[in-house]
């Protein structure tokens, strides 16, 4: 609750400083006031969703209804999750862009979408009261293992692995149409604005490739010993 | 595959998260199994039987179908 309030705090703040300088500051500087401000909007939803999950995870409730009261917690504690990682993906956008348009003449910004990165990686790591809701019999591996991420994995069981893998799946078929339609969309921008994007569509096909292959494999059959 | 989980929690008093306890799996895959969205394991399957106290084949009915 204290964290959600200082954030609340912090986004007040963050709109009077962007409205007192709207017209000072540049076209680039106040789009980038506004991603952070949407940056410190997505944390204080993930917190508030971390909060409810939290409240409600000390309800009691009769047994005909706990089996909905719980799904509704572990939605709470998955909309967290996907809030902060909007807030991780806006924020690492907002620094690359900030630091090549704005690293000298406004670097405050900057330096504001860097510190709202690390603080939507820190919240990403799950906590044990949120973990202990989606799933009570979770138990992190030891964080000195070296197959930590085996580990942690095979504390899935086979449904949530199943549905993991569904999830995956469909993912793999976005992330390769998306990276075909994207380099399609920025060799046109390419041709039509003369700034050439050639770099970035080589990135893109390494990539594609990278993604493919390993894929294809990991589906290869080993050899026979 | 039509399995009788629902009914057979609803005759034992238990919930998702209960029958997810006692057959250590998780709630999640409780319900998939009851929504028929997926077929478990052996092992999770026989987790359950377990937990009910009867054979597997009265919890996961398969049909004649599915078997030949």
Known sequence: MKLLI???????YGI???????????????????????????LILARLNIWKAEQGSLMEVSMEEEDSH???????????????????SISFTALLIGFLLLRDSQPVIVFASAILMVVSIASFIPSEKIVKITNPNFKFPDPQSKNYHEEYFEQFDDGE????????????????????????????????????????????????????????????????? | MKTRLKELRARDGL???ELAKRARISRQTVSLIE????????L?????????????????????????
């Open chain 1, 70 to 88: 719980q799904v509704s917690l572990e939605r709470k504690a998955y909309t967290a999750a996907t809030y902060i990682q909007i807030a991780m």
């Open chain 2, 35 to 42: 929504r028929n969205e997926y077929m478990p394991s052996l």
């Open chain 1, 16 to 42: 009077y400083e962007l409205l007192s300088g709207l017209k000072m500051q540049s076209f680039e500087g106040n789009i980038l006031i506004v991603s952070n401000l949407a940056v410190i909007f997505c």
């Open chain 1, 6 to 12: 200082l954030y609340i705090a912090i986004f007040l």
């Open chain 1, 161 to 225: 692995k199943y549905v993991m893998l569904k999830g995956l799946f469909h993912l793999y078929q976005l992330v390769i149409w998306g990276l075909v339609f994207l380099a399609f969309g920025l060799m046109f921008y390419s041709v039509f604005t003369g700034n050439s994007q050639l770099v970035s569509i080589i990135g893109i096909g390494a990539l594609l490739m990278l993604i493919q292959v390993s894929y294809t494999i990991s589906l290869k059959p080993g050899k026979l010993k």
């Open chain 2, 15 to 17: 919930t998702q998260t």
């Open chain 2, 44 to 68: 999770i399957a026989v987790r359950i039987a377990k937990v009910f106290n009867e054979p597997i084949e009265n919890v996961f009915i398969f049909s004649e179908e599915e078997l030949s």
